[in-house]
């Protein structure tokens, strides 16, 4: 149930920003699965997290760097961008925001 408010909540946040496409709001809803590992961080995320971030590295970077350079999408969630970082980390993806730059 919370991950389902909390889908619901992103989506909501991530589809009202100016800039966001389809393909943003579909990313960003790849990653509601990592919720309960950013909430919870004495726990290792599990292939439902990691895999869909780095599916989004590999062939849509620019979808995570939107997200992630948008403060209204994570502190709509109450959620920092170092919280989610640490997710992307956790899931041994060594992408940080630096390669946003280049994107």
Request: hydrophobic share 40%.
């Amino acid at each position: 149930m919370a991950n389902l408010m909390i889908m619901a909540v992103l989506l909501v946040a991530v589809s009202t920003a100016a800039t966001v496409t389809d393909a943003q709001a579909t990313c960003a809803a790849k990653l509601v699965s990592c919720s309960r590992y950013i909430l919870n961080t004495t726990i290792k995320p599990q292939d439902d997290c990691c895999n869909p971030i780095k599916e989004e590295v590999a062939n849509d970077l620019s979808c995570l760097c939107n997200l992630y350079k948008d403060p209204k999408v994570f502190a709509s969630l109450n959620i920092s961008t170092a919280q989610a970082l640490n997710v992307t980390r956790e899931c041994g993806v060594t992408t940080d925001l630096t390669a946003c730059n280049s994107n």
